[in-house]
């Protein structure tokens, strides 16, 4: 089977040699290769449309086929490629991913699901868009066109447009002169990442009131029509499900008083989706390791229920819930040891008689380490390494034995207020003993 998966820039490209009967992270570990994100897939889902129009996340750990209709060979499985936990831009390790990161910022900023501040945010928001997609600003053919596709992003406020905001865009352009189109995606993140609704999961129904639930890294909040918007916090639910069509949320308030919130969505996929989104967002970006309580949680169908009856440890049937594997925290640690791995892979060792890539023989690499060594030896003693920084002239030329005998700076002669004790890297230090 092959699959169709779009972007939220309506980029489209398929990926071939999926077994409809495979795990959904099979299907998103292609997707993420075919784009070349290789440790930090977690961030990253897959959405698919049902029978009745409603967007629901694919779960990783269930077979793709007991979720999506599977066409035949020549109707291929359309999936959409979506960011499901948002983090800031710096946790973020490879430029790969930064770059879908800000093709779904942008996406969010124009449908308005991601409010700026105000109208300077939204000037500067505007500018780095512009800078990452045509470059510096250019006055004889200034990029009007990305102006005009980026004007529908709004402020939380309904403050009216002020009508030199066309000038503040491109007064932010000219100062961005220079700058690369991934630092600029970069700084657009970081902007987004400071917005209240940055990396909000929003549900809306017409029931109950119209009310309105966006679950983030820091809770769920609830958004009432004419009324100010409340946040409950992980911290403060105690307790959360959901059955057929109804979500049921056991918090405490801001008295400290056990509060039912029980909330009726439009199908019974829009609520379980609500409670799912709410677990895994409190174990990706508020605990330490995701807990066996939520990687075991499962349901059965009809037939598995009454196999598991004569056998409880049959896989028939099984379903399950939450398919979240790592938090926050053990994304970044994996993908950076794993990515650190691989630049020390990279590095190419020294054999007798060998040359380099740059042509630069082993002789001359041996040479270079020795001017190394003797740039680091104590200037007094010709013995020891230098491990005293002079100030103010800020000379590291002596150790600490021979800095306790002088009064001025071996080297510009100068006289030093005192001498600091300077810590080189331990790795750097059995390095040059070896």
Known sequence: MWCLISQPNSVVFEVRGIDPKSIGQKCLEKVCEYLGISNESDYFGLKFENNKGEELWLNLRNPIDRQVHCHGPSNPLRLALRVKFWVPPHLLLQETTRHQFYLHTKVDLLDKQLLAKDWESVSTLIALIAQAETG????????????????????????????????????????????????????????????????????????????????????????????????????????????????????????????????????????????????????????????????????????????????????????????????????????????????????????????????????DSEEKLHRLMDALTCKICMDNQIDVVFLPCAHVVACTSCAARVDRCPLCRSEFERAQKLYLPSEFCRELAT
């Open 136 to 363: 510096d600003y250019k006055p004889f053919n200034p990029p009007h066109t990305t102006y005009v596709q980026a004007s529908s992003i709004s402020p939380t406020d309904d403050s009216p447009k002020p009508p030199d905001l066309l000038q503040k865009i491109i007064g932010k352009h000219r100062q961005f002169a220079g700058m690369k189109s991934t630092t600029a995606e970069y700084w657009l993140l970081k902007e987004a990442a400071e917005f209240e609704t940055f990396g909000e999961e929003r549900f809306v129904t017409k029931h109950s009131g119209g009310v309105t639930l966006g679950v983030g890294p820091h809770g769920i909040t609830i958004y009432r029509n004419d009324q100010p918007k409340q946040l409950i916090s992980f911290t403060s639910i105690l307790s959360a499900s959901s059955h057929k069509r109804i979500f049921k949320l056991e918090y405490l308030s801001l008295e400290s008083k056990e509060t039912l919130l029980e909330i009726k969505l439009d199908s019974s996929h829009v609520a379980s989706s609500l409670y799912r989104a709410l677990t895994e967002k409190h174990a990706f970006y508020s605990c330490e390791t995701v807990r066996s309580a939520v990687t075991t949680q499962f349901i059965r169908d009809l037939k598995g229920t009454i196999v598991s009856i004569f056998n409880e440890d049959s896989t028939l049937g099984k379903k399950y819930v939450f398919d979240i594997q790592r938090t926050c925290r053990e994304v970044y640690d994996n993908a950076r040891r794993v990515l650190y791995q691989e630049n020390i892979a990279q590095v190419p060792k020294i054999e007798p008689g060998c040359f380099h890539d740059d042509g630069v023989s082993c002789k």
